[in-house]
C-alpha cells in the first residue's frame, strides 16, 4: 500500500473511497455501494458514500437508515479520521440513540481487513449502545451470512479499542 503522504490528495481519496467500497460491496448484507458526487449537498454534509443495506440489518443493528441506507466519511489518513471526528461529535452524527443513527468514519488508506474491522466494530459499539450484548451482535452478522466482518473483527480488537470509538466497545476479556 502506498503512503499517504507519497500520493497527491486527489488520488488518495480516489484510492480510500475504492477500498472501503470494495470492502463493502463484498458484505452479503450489502445491496449497493454508491459514491456521493464531489462538492454536492451530501459531499458537503460530511458523506462520501451511501451504502444500500438489507432492511432486516438495520433494524437489528438499530439504525434508522431513511430508504435502507448507511452513510459513510472517508478519509485518506488516521489523523484525518481524529480530526473528522472531532470537528462533528456535538452534532449528533455518531451512535445517536435518539435519531437511530450513526455516520460511518473509515479510513479508506489501511489494509481492507482492518477496514473491514473498523465497519465491525462501529456496529458493535453502535448496537452496545441500546443495551446488546458483543456475541449477540455478532451473532447476528454470522446470521446474515458475515462470518469475514465477525473474524476480522476478533483479530483486530486490540487496535479498534484505541480507535475514537474504543470507549464505545466491550473491554476485551
Known amino acids: 500500500m502506498k503512503r499517504p503522504e507519497l500520493v497527491d490528495p486527489d488520488e488518495r481519496g ?5 477500498t472501503v467500497g470494495e470492502v463493502f460491496e463484498d458484505r452479503p448484507w450489502v445491496i449497493k455501494v454508491r459514491e456521493t458526487a464531489k462538492n454536492s449537498p451530501d459531499d458537503q454534509k460530511g458523506i462520501d458514500m451511501f451504502v444500500r443495506v438489507e432492511p ?3 433494524r437489528v443493528l438499530k439504525i434508522d437508515g431513511g ?3 448507511l452513510s459513510v466519511q472517508i478519509k485518506s489518513a488516521a489523523k ?21 443513527s450513526h455516520l460511518f468514519v ?6 481492507k481487513d482492518l477496514v473491514l474491522a473498523d465497519i465491525t466494530g462501529q456496529i458493535v459499539a ?3 449502545g441500546f443495551g446488546m450484548n458483543e456475541k449477540k451482535i455478532l451473532n447476528y452478522l454470522k446470521s446474515f451470512g458475515d462470518k469475514a ?4 473483527y476478533g483479530r483486530n480488537k486490540v487496535l479498534l479499542l484505541f480507535r475514537w470509538y474504543g470507549p464505545h466497545l466491550p473491554p476485551l476479556r
Do not use: I, P
Not at 80 to 100: D, E, L, P, W
Not at 149 to 152: F, I, L, N
Open 14 to 18: 480516489r484510492v480510500s473511497c475504492r
Open 126 to 128: 453502535h448496537v452496545a
Open 67 to 69: 430508504k435502507n441506507v
Open 149 to 152: 466482518a465477525v473474524a476480522a
Open 106 to 111: 473509515l479510513c479508506g488508506m489501511e489494509e
Open 56 to 58: 432486516a440489518l438495520l
Open 80 to 100: 484525518g479520521v481524529n480530526s473528522f471526528v472531532r470537528k462533528h461529535a456535538k452534532q449528533g452524527r455518531f451512535f445517536n440513540k435518539y435519531n437511530k
